[in-house]
């Protein structure tokens, strides 16, 4: 079936540094790739629609300037997260949707627990 | 894309059926019933999806009422490899709409 990797699997960083974390389908293209966060206990809220060759789509309440989104290839996205404070702490989980099929289906991530002391 | 509502949490005994049930009362007629489950600090993974039709795989079942304003989705003998957020979602055809997720039901299968 189809594959989703996200690399860090976890990260730990000081405040005010910048940290980016890899969102690559591994057998099948993504013209589109999303990105959400989850808080502890809660679920998961789409932060932003990344597509391939242009610019990324932020959920409303979303800094674009502080969740940098790249889509530069078939089969990669990138979210840094710039300046990352404490509250910025949680679990990032990147999905894609597979280029051939007309389907809703998106195939996840094992997600990126993003620590910021 | 329209509002589900599902139990925050149920538990069954493993071997057992487990059914979880979905509210989507504003369905369109154009909206499929996607499910979803999360494993504890994994990604979500994909179940199974539905528009009108009873649905089965090799992971689980979808049954859907005829006037579509609910569904439910069984897994028929459950494990504790099962326990895991279970997430209804409705979302328009077109392979071009983005998940939203609500609050789900915790599964817990127990021995």
């Known amino acids: 079936g189809a594959v989703v990797s996200q690399h860090p699997s976890w990260v730990i960083c000081k405040s005010g540094t910048s940290v980016k974390i890899e969102c690559r389908s591994l057998d099948f293209q993504a013209t589109t790739m999303f990105w959400y966060r989850q808080f502890p206990k809660q679920s998961l809220m789409l932060m932003a629609t990344s597509n391939e060759g242009s610019k990324a789509t932020y959920e409303q309440g979303v800094e674009k300037d502080k969740f940098l989104i790249n889509h530069a290839s078939l089969t990669l996205s990138t979210l840094t997260v710039t300046s990352a404070h404490p509250e910025d702490s949680s679990f990032y989980i990147c999905?894609?949707?597979?280029?051939?099929?007309?389907?809703?289906?998106?195939?996840f991530g094992p997600g990126t627990r993003l620590t910021v002391l | 894309d329209a509002k589900t509502t599902q139990p925050p949490s149920m538990d069954c005994a493993e071997g057992r059926a487990a059914n979880l049930p979905c509210n989507h009362s504003?369905?369109?007629?154009?909206?499929?019933v996607y499910w979803y489950r999360q494993i504890h600090s994994q990604g979500p993974q994909y179940i199974i999806h539905g528009l009108k039709n009873n649905e089965t795989n090799e992971m689980a079942s979808l049954i859907i009422t005829e006037d579509r304003k609910s569904s439910t989705l069984i897994l028929p003998h459950a494990t504790l490899r099962d326990t895991a957020v279970y997430y209804c979602?409705?979302?328009?055809?077109?392979?071009?709409?983005?998940?939203?997720f609500g609050t789900g039901t915790q599964l817990k299968v127990e021995l």
């Open positions: 979602i409705v979302i328009l055809t077109g392979g071009g709409n983005k998940l939203t």
């Open positions: 999905s894609a949707r597979d280029l051939g099929t007309g389907s809703n289906e998106q195939f």
């Open positions: 504003t369905i369109s007629g154009n909206e499929y």
